[in-house]
């Protein structure tokens, strides 16, 4: 009988530490509130809380049909108060006029690690109170 239990308790232990090791190896990401602007200007400073994210999925939600949106994606990774664009070579990015129409614009940012980040908005002119928010998913 005591064989057994010790067998049963080391299939348990083998199955809980495999649960463990997949839960790592497929960890989710983690969803950050970077914008929600109805004026240009920066918006929250987030900090990435233990794990750098290099992948980031960001979705920007615009309301009010403004005439044209720019933002600029900034971060760091000393966690100091300067912000440098984390990717376009322009630093900006401009939405296209389809998306703002739309509504909505997804877009991601590759091999970008960063420990601090914050979007601005760089242009938002137009349209019956414009608004821009955006979240971003970030992925080991």
Request: charged share 15%.
């Amino acid at each position: 009988m005591r064989k057994q239990t010790v067998t049963v308790a080391a299939i348990i232990m083998t199955i809980l530490a495999a649960v463990i090791l997949v839960k790592d190896v497929f960890a989710e990401g983690k969803t950050f509130q970077l914008l929600d602007n109805a004026s240009v200007g920066a918006g929250q400073t987030v900090q990435i809380p233990y794990k750098v994210y290099k992948l980031w999925t960001c979705e920007t939600s615009i309301s009010g049909h403004p005439d044209n949106v720019t933002i600029a994606l900034e971060g760091n990774i000393g966690g100091g108060s300067t912000y440098l664009p984390m990717t376009w070579p322009q630093d900006t990015l401009d939405i296209p006029a389809s998306n703002i129409t739309a509504g909505v614009y997804i877009f991601t940012v590759t091999d970008t690690p960063t420990k601090v980040m914050r979007a601005r908005v760089v242009s938002l002119p137009g349209g019956a109170s414009p608004r821009v928010s955006m979240i971003c998913l970030g992925v080991e």
